[in-house]
Nanobody, 116 residues
Framework: QVQLVESGGGLVQPGGSLRLSCAAS????????MGWYRQAPGKQRELVAS????????TYADSVKGRFTVSRDYAKNMVFLQMNSLKPEDTAVYYC?????????WGQGTQVTVSS
């Protein structure tokens, strides 16, 4: 059974940085996509960034381009999200996602709060 475990959330001041990590386990196909979504109170869950396993192709939400960087450790089945120049509007619960064919797997979520 696939499991995703996130870590690295917390409270940070505007302009600060955080790094989220997600470890995937349980055995799954090598052809997949991993990434991060977020959900703020009263809003829909939205894609933040993703990276494919084969070509390493990345996708970013317009709101985080130039500030966030997604990366993977393929040997350890991990995905990371380096978040710089954080803004209060980045405050949300961040979810790790693993997409394989038509299936989506989710982590439990980690809270990121940007506030002075």
């Amino acid at each position: 059974q696939v499991q995703l475990v996130e870590s690295g959330g917390g409270l940070v001041q505007p302009g600060g940085s955080l790094r989220l990590s997600c470890a995937a386990s349980g055995g799954f196909r090598n052809n997949n996509r991993m990434g991060w979504y977020r959900q703020a109170p009263g809003k829909q869950r939205e894609l933040v960034a993703s990276i494919t396993s084969v070509a390493g192709t990345t996708t970013y939400a317009d709101s985080v381009k130039g500030r966030f960087t997604v990366s993977r450790d393929y040997a350890k089945n991990m995905v990371f999200l380096q978040m710089n120049s954080l803004k209060p509007e980045d405050t949300a619960v961040y979810y790790c996602n693993l997409h394989i064919s038509a299936w989506d797997y989710w982590g439990q979520g980690t809270q990121v709060t940007v506030s002075s």
